[in-house]
């Protein structure tokens, strides 16, 4: 039976948050913010919980404390998806090609239990895998290349845009093949060198899974007062 493995990218610098550590770290309601995300995902049972830190970081043994199955590799890479494939390289010897590896931005502390859980279980059967995300709501705007005051150049279609968040969850060979792409090094996400993947016939290109507004993600110093109000309404500290 296919095991489940999730990965928590956690190597990046944030520039976009500032201040003077990485925004993993960051004070969420009384806790640092990778330790609310790791609480959330143990509610899913997984073989391991494998967090890729920066070859250099100096403060995730000092702040967060151990979990039951929560293993802290120095795998970073240059990259999100140099990061992820250096952590399913760690993994290779204990993963099967039809495991399952979900992986979850260490900044998206509120993802609801539920979706967690409908993630695993629209996508169990699946040859592929797939992510949360939301339709589109918002009306979409193309605008022109000024900086200074960018004027609209027209309203885009919405109809078929998602907003995609994590997790994404892929077959651990789908995702390890889609990240030797040479395509791979620009993904922004899993799901994106999947479909570079998929784009070659190898698979077929990956679900979509409802999401849930709740699931932010936390960019900038701001984003932890909302993060904190939506664990308080979820029942979390």
């Known amino acids: 039976m296919p095991r489940m493995w999730i990965v928590v990218p956690a190597a990046g610098t944030a520039s976009r948050f500032g201040g003077s550590r990485p925004k993993q770290y960051a ?3 009384g806790a ?9 995902l143990a509610t899913l049972g997984a073989s391991a919980i494998v967090v890729a830190l920066a070859p250099d970081d100096a403060e995730y043994e000092r702040v967060v404390p151990a979990h039951p199955g929560v293993e802290a590799l120095r795998c970073g890479g240059e990259t ?4 992820v494939r ?11 090609d039809d495991d399952w590896i979900l992986v979850h931005d260490a900044a998206r502390p509120c993802v609801p239990r539920d979706a967690l859980r409908r993630l695993a279980d629209a996508v169990g059967n699946d040859a ?4 949360l995300a939301l339709p589109l709501a918002d009306t979409l705007k193309r605008a022109d290349a000024s900086a200074d005051a960018p004027r609209v150049i027209r309203t885009e279609n919405r109809s078929s ?3 995609a968040q994590t997790p994404q969850m892929f077959r651990y060979r789908i995702l390890a093949d889609a990240l030797a792409l040479d395509a791979a090094g620009d993904a922004t996400d899993e799901a994106q060198a999947v479909e570079a993947l998929a784009a070659t016939g190898a698979c077929a290109m990956p679900r979509l899974v409802p999401g849930s ?5 936390v960019t900038y110093v701001g984003d932890l007062a909302l993060a904190a109000c939506i664990l308080q309404t979820q029942g979390d500290p």
């Open 161 to 163: 845009l998602w907003l």
């Open 32 to 40: 640092p913010m990778i330790q609310r995300t790791l609480e959330r």
């Open 80 to 83: 999100r998806a140099a990061t």
């Open 213 to 217: 507004p709740a699931n932010i993600k």
């Open 128 to 131: 592929v895998g797939g992510l």
């Open 86 to 96: 250096n952590a399913l390289a760690a993994l290779a010897g204990r993963c099967a």
């Open 27 to 29: 004070d969420l309601a």
